[in-house]
């Protein structure tokens, strides 16, 4: 089964960037189906962005959509999450999210997610 671990978190300070990458154990993640999730402690999961199978076509939350950027390195089988403008508001457990169904459009629901990484910390704080 093919395993997702993430990278890249990191304790940083308000309006720092962060670049969060999403690696796969197998080859055909490049065609997969990829999410960013993140939680915060007592918080419910919040979809952060998403992105299609063939990485044509992005979604991101409204609450980071002028400052996070999702991209599909489909050549290094890596989906990337690139943060910028961090608040203390960003800081939660950031989790990779995928299936293997072909969507041409992002899903943005957890359940809709079949694989899941361990997650990685992003702290921002000052």
């Known amino acids: 089964q093919v395993q997702l671990v993430e990278s890249g978190g990191g304790l940083v300070q308000p309006g720092d960037s962060l670049r969060l990458s999403c690696a796969a154990s197998?080859?055909?993640?490049?065609?997969?189906?990829v999410g960013w999730f993140r939680q915060a402690p007592g918080k419910e999961r919040q979809f952060v962005a998403g992105?299609?199978?063939?990485?044509?076509?992005?979604t991101t939350a409204d609450s980071v959509k002028d400052r996070f950027v999702i991209a599909k390195d489909s050549a290094k089988n890596i989906v990337n999450l690139h943060l910028t403008n961090l608040k203390p508001e960003d800081t939660a457990t950031y989790y990779c999210a995928a299936t293997s169904t072909r969507w041409l459009r992002p899903l943005t629901e957890a359940f809709q997610y079949s694989l899941w990484g361990q997650g990685t910390q992003v702290t921002v704080s000052s």
């Open positions: 197998e080859s055909t993640f490049a065609e997969y189906t």
């Open positions: 992105v299609g199978y063939n990485g044509a076509s992005t």
